[in-house]
């Protein structure tokens, strides 16, 4: 396969970054580098500075391939302040532009670019250029769907809905910019068809593809270790920030009432505190803190069950399918894209209330041989659904399509070889 150069563009990006899909773009990026092609990544440190108010993470060595350019002022929080009223790289602008100028990329992918240019940043960059929605910002200031910080969106009432989450209202999202900036954008692809639906329900009337996150084929999988199990009882699995929106509200309490297996909850967040104190001196509720990777994954190989209890509207949810990676079965909520991921996999099982997650992780620990089956579906799906090379495939023929269309025959013959698996992913136009 010829060579082709990509550009990523995006607010956020390991190691300044807070969630899954700055993991999803950094294991893009590696992929396509693994498969010979030149990835350039923009990403914008002054928002992460200011959004998360800590001090800068150690940084990890790209491999080959890869070259991450970020983007840092001593404006500071001004910075990103600017982008999220004005809807333009108020600050950056110029260096993005000199960067892709200079690159002359045969395709320029689009993230979250919230804080790092908003919708002016679609007009920069030629070639093919895509858009990926990781989550639903297109639609929502909140980029959540999450209304005054409280519940299920169904209706706009964004000014005061920013105020209820502490932020001052947009700017631009009252006159026409997003509308005028979408035509410069060749596609646009949602994470799930869950997420592609919500976008039409709230107004987006471009057609969106979709295309999953997926993990590592078995031969490039992340390092990663096992030497036992990490924990001395049995114990369910919780991966996710702590915030409101993750559900644990409903899940801890009832471990007040199931002595038989302990809740281990990995991560961290502004919930943390009040999660701390609901759990109080329950010995069954542990929470671990932010895990690195050898840690996680041994966490997910031993568990009973991952417990996935979102009460938001997620566009995916990579912690499924690095639970079914370990073959560790999945206990999540009936919402969003969970069900479409459980259903597709027969990987889990799904609750809507506290009694029905009880009931579930009864059948599960008290059902060896039904934890294994279901285990055993989640890695065959991952590999059926959700592997690089399935997922990628589908990558390269939306891209292919648009070069096509576009007249770029170069691009278009480069990506006609297919990979030796010679599969693609759901590539599903609206």
């Known amino acids: 396969m010829t060579s082709l150069s990509f550009c990523m563009i995006t607010t956020f990006y390991p190691p300044y970054h807070f969630g899954g899909d700055a993991i999803g773009i950094q294991r893009l990026c590696h992929a396509l580098a693994r498969r010979g092609h030149r990835v350039t990544v923009i990403h914008d440190v002054d928002a992460w500075r200011a959004v998360s108010g800590a001090s800068d993470p150690p940084t990890v060595p790209e491999p080959a391939g890869v070259t991450v350019h970020r983007l840092e002022s001593g404006l500071r929080m ?3 302040l600017l982008t999220q009223q004005i809807g333009r790289p108020v600050v950056h602008g110029r260096t993005i532009r000199r960067l892709l100028e200079e690159g002359d990329f045969d395709v320029v992918n689009f993230h979250n670019v919230s804080l790092v240019g908003g919708p002016g940043l679609l007009e920069y960059g030629s070639g093919v250029k895509l ?3 990781h989550e639903h910002w297109l639609v929502c200031p909140s980029h959540v769907l999450w209304r005054y910080n409280r519940e299920l969106c169904d209706g706009r009432d964004c000014f005061r809905c920013a105020i209820a989450f502490h932020r001052p209202p947009q700017y631009w999202r009252y006159s026409h910019l997003l509308e005028s900036q979408l035509h410069h954008v060749d596609a646009f692809i949602a994470m799930s068809r869950f997420s592609r639906d919500k976008h039409r329900e709230f107004g987006f009337s471009r057609e969106m593809d979709v295309l999953p996150y997926f993990l590592p084929d078995e031969g490039d999988a992340e390092p990663g270790g096992d ?3 990490p924990h001395t009882r049995p ?14 509200d409903d899940v801890i309490p009832i471990f007040r009432r199931y002595p038989n297996a302990d809740l281990l909850i990995a991560g961290e967040g502004t919930y943390g505190a009040h999660l701390r104190a609901l759990a109080g001196d329950a010995p069954n509720v542990r929470f671990l803190g932010r895990l690195g990777l050898d840690d996680l994954e041994r966490y997910y190989r031993h568990a009973l069950a991952l417990v996935v209890p979102s009460v938001c509207y997620e566009t995916f949810g990579i912690i499924i399918i690095e639970s079914f990676r370990h073959g560790t079965p999945v206990l999540a909520r009936r919402i969003g894209p ?7 996999s027969g990987g889990g099982e799904m609750f809507e209330s506290p009694d029905e997650l009880l009931a579930a992780m009864q059948r599960l620990q008290n059902d060896e041989p039904r934890r294994r089956r279901l285990g055993l579906a989640g890695a065959a799906a991952l590999k059926t659904y959700w592997s690089e090379s399935v997922v990628l495939g589908g990558y390269f023929d939306i891209i292919r399509r648009v070069a096509l269309r576009k007249g770029m025959s170069r691009v278009a013959d480069a990506l006609t070889t297919l990979d030796p698996s010679g599969t693609h992913g759901e590539t599903t136009a609206s």
């Open 78 to 80: 001004l910075s990103p």
């Open 131 to 133: 858009y990926m929605a």
């Open 227 to 229: 030497d036992g199990p």
């Open 235 to 248: 114990y369910f699995f919780f991966v996710g920030r702590l915030e409101a929106i993750k559900g644990l």
């Open 338 to 344: 969970f069900p479409e991921i459980i259903e597709q």
